[in-house]
């Protein structure tokens, strides 16, 4: 069976490996030249299950606990399972209770535990939330390993093109967000900062609370820093706007002054694909299956959504041969 995948961005690749593992014969189309699409490249690369339990879905965490187990048996040297720690300041412990409240899979850690697992962040908070079964990884590495692994496997990708035809393909896989004509779609714009300094050392993703600025701090080895993100209602993809650098900046800071003396070594703005419910979908349109609307859970539900988008295109094959 021949599939086109059109998007290289994460649902794209997963919908390709997914693929790939049930005999599918492959194409990947996306107009950017590179692997990533628009918003995969920006993202978090955070596998956080437990801790996106506080602002989304109860579903998010049951689809998402696998995700880490999904990226790590097909990539095992890009996954860090070293939890996610969650802080506040002391000013605003109420934020760390209703955190706490709202989630699971986490325990309590006082200041020493706190300072042990993170010593950088030893005496700046009395205490905080520890999920030890998340993982994080390095979204960009991450997709271009998996684009080189299903190279070999024999999957086709055709970058820098539009598509000109499909009619040599027996189904094709839509996971092209924001571009994709599924109805219902809106754009939810994520700014970013990657900083760089030579005077921090986390081993996890950072969650720092606050009542309106939360923020996240995830680490990329060699000094760089992913400090995220943004969450605005517009599907606007102009550069980034001085208030949200400063707040991202502001917190940065917050978690440890030495990110003010941090190197800016890039400032992202991707434009998340969400359904009105920020959950994702997959749907079929005639031959056409759409994989939509992963929001800010895209390396977290992706793995997931891929086996169906996956399992509903082997599907048209198994229809036509009925």
Not at 113 to 124: A, K, N, W, Y
Not at 309 to 319: D, K, L, N, Q, V
Request: charged share 25%.
């Amino acid at each position: 069976m021949k599939v086109l995948v059109m998007g290289a961005g994460v649902a794209g690749l997963a919908a390709a490996w997914e693929l790939r593992r049930r005999g599918a014969h492959v194409t990947v189309v996306d107009r950017q030249d590179r692997v990533g699409g628009t918003a995969s490249w920006f993202a978090g690369g955070m596998l956080a299950p437990w801790c996106e339990r506080e602002s989304a879905d109860e579903k998010v965490t049951e689809i998402g606990a696998a995700a880490t187990d999904w990226w790590a048996d097909i990539l095992p040297d890009r996954v860090e399972r070293n939890g996610t720690l969650v802080v506040a300041p002391a000013r605003d412990g109420s934020e760390l209770d209703r955190f706490a409240r709202r989630t699971a899979g986490h325990r309590t850690v006082d200041e020493t535990e706190l300072g042990e697992l993170e010593p950088v962040l030893s005496g700046r908070f009395r205490r905080g939330l520890f999920f030890e079964a998340e993982a994080h990884l390095d979204p960009r590495a991450a997709m271009r390993s998996l684009q080189m692994l299903l190279a070999r496997s024999g999957c086709i990708f055709r970058l820098g093109e539009d598509v000109a035809e499909t009619d040599s393909f027996d189904a094709v896989v839509d996971c092209t967000g924001m571009a994709s004509p599924v109805d219902g779609l809106r754009g939810v714009r994520g700014e970013m900062l990657l900083l760089r300094t030579s005077g921090i050392r986390l081993s996890r993703p950072i969650r720092l609370l606050h009542p309106r600025i939360p923020v996240y701090v995830v680490p990329r080895g060699e000094g760089l820093f992913m400090v995220g993100a943004t969450m605005i209602e517009s599907a606007a993809d102009s550069s980034a706007s001085a208030r949200s650098v400063m707040e991202l900046l502001n917190a940065a800071y917050a978690l440890h002054p030495a990110f003010g003396d941090a190197e800016i070594v890039e400032i992202g703005v991707g434009v998340r694909p969400a359904f009105a419910d920020n959950f994702p979908r997959v749907s079929r349109h005639g031959d056409t299956i759409s994989l939509n609307g992963l929001y800010r859970h895209g390396f977290l539900l992706a793995p997931a959504l891929a086996a169906d988008a996956a399992a509903m295109a082997m599907g048209i094959r198994e229809a036509a041969h009925g």
